[in-house]
């Protein structure tokens, strides 16, 4: 099942690129166990998304029709945003979350009903399920890059201005702050690692202890953000997040101390290239009924304790794969302990 799917994506990737050859991001190299190193070695996998400035967008009926656009869709974006450093005003990423505005809808919904205990009958095909993607993967890896070994209480200090002013004029913030996003990336990285120093478990349990592990449903459900507005925040959140990590530095607490060392290179990097007014967030919008027919389903929800299975330990990233995706086994090793998902 997966080497279909596998081989399904691929094609539509192809479409996507207008069926050139391949046009693969690069991939900015940093200091071994630097923070620009744990964020992008991550992030490689996206170099191969479609780029959004020459790619073939696919609309209406064909899109919605096909998970597989989705899952092309939200990587495009997520490549964008990362290697490319698109603006999010830019008009190609506008359209593409036009398009997934609809799609984060309807698993916002499915993801409530499950919570409701009353499950729809017709399962999501959650393997390119937009949210889940950004939020319970990207988001989650990222966080972890930028918290590193540090204590989570003095990188909040770090993290919550920063998001204030990511946040600052994007009209679909509603009184979102960064407070409120940092809470919930912890909350929810303690439901995919284990905190096992004394301090972090205070902090932990001071916000009231660990979510599920995608925080942007966490926050959809707590009425804190739309399931629409809630992508363009996402893809907000993780520019602003792979912006501190464009640095040699350690860690977010050493950035600024290493920058104003001679000959440092904490701040050397890619240029991060701004948008010239904050990105308009989308008005909400419903898949049309019967949505879900003709969708290919691929089940295996990786989460923490549930899906198929899911070991998730450690801090270091050491990324290795023992399998290739299309195998359907795929893991990361950081530290000493062992990240993993098996899928059917």
Known sequence: MMAAKEEHDEATRRLWRGYQAPDFAE???????????????????????????????????????????????????????????????????????????????????????????????????????????????????????VIGLDPIESVMGVLEPHLDAAL??????????????????????????????????????????????????????????TPTDALTIGLTVLTALTDLCRTDASSVLARDSEARLPGSSAH?????????????????????PKWFENVPVYPGRCNHLGGNVVLCIGVLGIHMPFFGQQDGIHGVLRGARLSFAVWP
């Open 27 to 145: 991939v900015p190299r940093w200091r071994e166990d630097s923070l620009g190193d744990r964020c992008f070695y991550g992030l490689r996998s996206y170099a191969r998304a479609p780029r959004l400035a020459s790619a073939t967008v696919p609309a209406g009926t064909g899109f919605a029709a096909d998970s597989a656009h989705w899952g092309v869709a939200i990587s495009a974006l997520i490549r964008a945003v990362t290697l490319d450093q698109v603006p999010l005003s830019d008009p190609v990423v506008s359209e593409v979350l036009a398009l997934l505005g609809p799609v984060a809808e309807a698993e916002a919904e499915f993801d409530r009903a499950w919570t409701e205990g009353t499950p729809p009958e017709e399962d999501f095909p959650e393997l390119d399920a937009p949210l889940s993607t950004l939020g319970a993967s990207v988001l989650i890896d990222v966080t972890w890059a």
């Open 168 to 225: 600052a004029g994007l009209d679909c913030a509603h009184g979102l702050t960064g407070q409120v996003l940092t809470r919930a990336l912890i909350r929810a990285f303690a439901d995919h690692h284990v905190l096992e120093e004394p301090g972090d478990v205070e902090t932990l349990q001071r916000l009231g202890g660990k979510s599920e592990g995608n925080p942007l449903t966490v926050l959809i459900r707590d009425k804190a953000m």
């Open 268 to 288: 050397a990097g890619p240029p991060v290239h701004r948008a010239a007014r904050p990105p308009r967030c989308l008005p909400s919008a419903t898949l049309p």
